[in-house]
């Protein structure tokens, strides 16, 4: 079983900044990319921005320039920078993994359980 738990959420005005964390735990043998998501209320879930295990990265439109995301391999964990924060960013934030469990499996995706992220204007 692999669990990711997310971190780092809450209230914040706009112009600030936030960092979110999301760490795997439980039966890994390795993690392919990571990534975040968000979903606002009422809409569809989005990648905000993806992380492969070498470091390569990619981001939403409305989050580059703005966001930076980055991974510590050493501790299964990946972070979110979100700076200059805008009311449109207040989402439900969601960490995702693929994640192999042994050697000869194939990579599954995890999903973290969500962190609120509220941005006042």
């Known amino acids: 079983q692999v669990q990711l738990v997310e971190s780092g959420g809450g209230l914040v005005q706009a112009g600030g900044s936030l960092r979110l964390s999301c760490a795997a735990s439980?039966?890994?043998?390795?993690?392919?990319?990571m990534g975040w998501y968000r979903q606002a209320p009422g809409k569809q879930r989005e990648l905000v921005a993806l992380?492969?295990?070498?470091?390569?990265?990619n981001y939403a439109h409305s989050a580059k320039g703005r966001f930076t995301i980055s991974r510590d391999n050493a501790k299964n964990t990946v972070y979110l920078q979100m700076n200059s924060l805008k009311p449109e960013d207040t989402a439900v934030y969601y960490c995702?993994?693929?994640?192999?469990?042994?050697?000869?499996?194939?990579?599954?995706?995890?999903w973290g359980q969500g962190t609120l992220v509220t941005v006042s204007s």
């Open positions: 995702n993994a693929a994640v192999a469990i042994t050697s000869r499996s194939r990579y599954l995706e995890v």
């Open positions: 439980g039966r890994i043998f390795s993690i392919n990319a």
């Open positions: 992380i492969t295990s070498g470091g390569d990265t």
